[in-house]
Nanobody, 128 residues
Framework: QVQLVESGGGLVQPGGSLRLSCAASGFTLDFAAVAWFRQAPGKEREGVSCISSNSGSTYGIYYEDSVKGRFTISRDNAKNTVYLQMNSLRPEDTAVYSC??????????????????WGQGTQVTVSS
């Protein structure tokens, strides 16, 4: 069965950290760009970060402006998993975070047509 499963969400105080995981099963992420998205209540889904398939450093990695310097995306192809390390969390980061695998090796944006598999999402709540 092909699926992406996110984990690692939860409740954290402002300034805290969480690490989200996006684990794939039934297919390999080796040749796919993977992106994280989030959707806050009453808002549209937005792309947060994307990592290309063979990124070994900062090349092929992208961040939405509001998370630059706070979030870090990485991948472990041996575990077929992509991570999103989130530091210095703010209340405005509260959202359901989901991951998606692209039908390309390179990140080409966050439009839906670039992605073919989606996870169900994990809730991140930043509140004191």
């Amino acid at each position: 069965q092909v699926q992406l499963v996110e984990s690692g969400g939860g409740l954290v105080q402002p300034g805290g950290s969480l690490r989200l995981s996006c684990a794939a099963s039934g297919f390999t992420l080796d040749f796919a760009a993977v992106a994280w998205f989030r959707q806050a209540p009453g808002k549209e889904r937005e792309g947060v970060s994307c990592i290309s398939s063979n990124s070994g450093s900062t090349y092929g990695i992208y961040y939405e402006d509001s998370v630059k310097g706070r979030f870090t995306i990485s991948r472990d192809n041996a575990k077929n998993t992509v991570y999103l390390q989130m530091n210095s969390l703010r209340p405005e980061d509260t959202a359901v975070y989901s991951c998606a695998s692209a039908n390309t090796e390179r990140c080409r944006g966050y439009e839906d047509h670039h992605y073919h598999y989606w996870g169900q999402g994990t809730q991140v709540t930043v509140s004191s």
